[in-house]
């Protein structure tokens, strides 16, 4: 059954720290892997990734993915207070082929919360 | 365009009672996707549409559920005589129809059965 595991689930850290974030994956048609964050309500999109070794960076976030060891990690540095929501990986979308069903899987999610 | 659009935000309700969500996806999305969200968890996948043809149903999904896309654009999310574990987030969400891309949810319908 395809699925995917984050850790850690929780993680409390000080304003300017460096955090990282892990995902793990098992899918049988692997087509790209997506991180969102999710603050109060809708998921927002960080970074999609297809292809191994090629980091995706937006400001203090990046990300990059291996799908020989079927992980990725999203690194945030020089933490703020405004970093502070769910983290979400989700591969995808997933199906295709005769069945004609696409769809995103998601991990439980890292909680970051960051103080000031 | 405004994104993905969901009403209402909050629904209260007795337990036994029906409800309906709506969503409005981006307009030029083909692919629509209902997830279930709950406290500490990822979202949970119910539903997927291409256009108005419903192509897969999670497990997850009873048969008190039920959800449509007649014209292929918005999509209503039916629970009939809930119960207190319906209670959750309910997510829509909207891609294009392309092999990697990625989906953008809306603002989600919170659902509380009392």
């Known amino acids: 059954e395809d699925k995917v595991v984050q850790s850690p689930l929780s993680l409390v850290v000080h304003e300017g720290d460096t955090v990282t974030l892990n995902c793990s994956y098992e899918?049988?048609?692997?087509?790209?892997l997506l991180w969102y964050k999710q603050e109060k309500k809708a998921p927002t999109f960080l970074f999609m990734l297809?292809?191994?070794?090629i980091e995706k960076k937006s400001g203090r976030l990046s990300s990059i993915l291996d799908k020989k060891e079927l992980f990725s990690i999203l690194n945030i540095t020089a933490t703020q207070t405004g970093d502070s929501a769910v983290y979400l990986c989700?591969?995808?979308?997933?199906?295709?082929?005769?069945?004609?069903?696409?769809?995103?899987?998601f991990g439980t999610g890292t909680r970051l919360k960051v103080l000031a | 365009d405004t994104g993905v659009s969901q009403n209402p935000r909050h629904k209260i309700t007795k337990r036994g009672q029906n409800v309906t969500f709506r969503c409005d996806p981006i307009?030029?999305?083909?692919?629509l996707y209902w997830y279930r969200q709950t406290l500490g968890q990822g979202p949970e996948f119910l539903t997927y549409?291409?256009?108005?043809?419903?192509?897969?149903k999670s497990r997850l999904l009873s048969d008190r559920f039920s959800a449509e896309r007649p014209k292929g654009s918005f999509s209503t999310l039916e629970i009939q005589r809930t119960e207190q574990g319906d209670s959750a987030m309910y997510l829509c969400?909207?891609?294009?129809?392309?092999?990697?891309?990625?989906?953008?949810f809306g603002q989600g319908t919170r659902l509380t059965v009392v």
């Open positions: 969400a909207s891609s294009l129809v392309l092999v990697n891309t990625e989906a953008f």
């Open positions: 307009s030029e999305h083909n692919r």
């Open positions: 297809t292809s191994s070794g």
């Open positions: 899918v049988t048609n692997f087509r790209s």
């Open positions: 989700a591969v995808g979308p997933v199906g295709g082929g005769g069945s004609g069903t696409y769809k995103y899987i």
């Open positions: 549409f291409q256009n108005e043809a419903q192509l897969e």
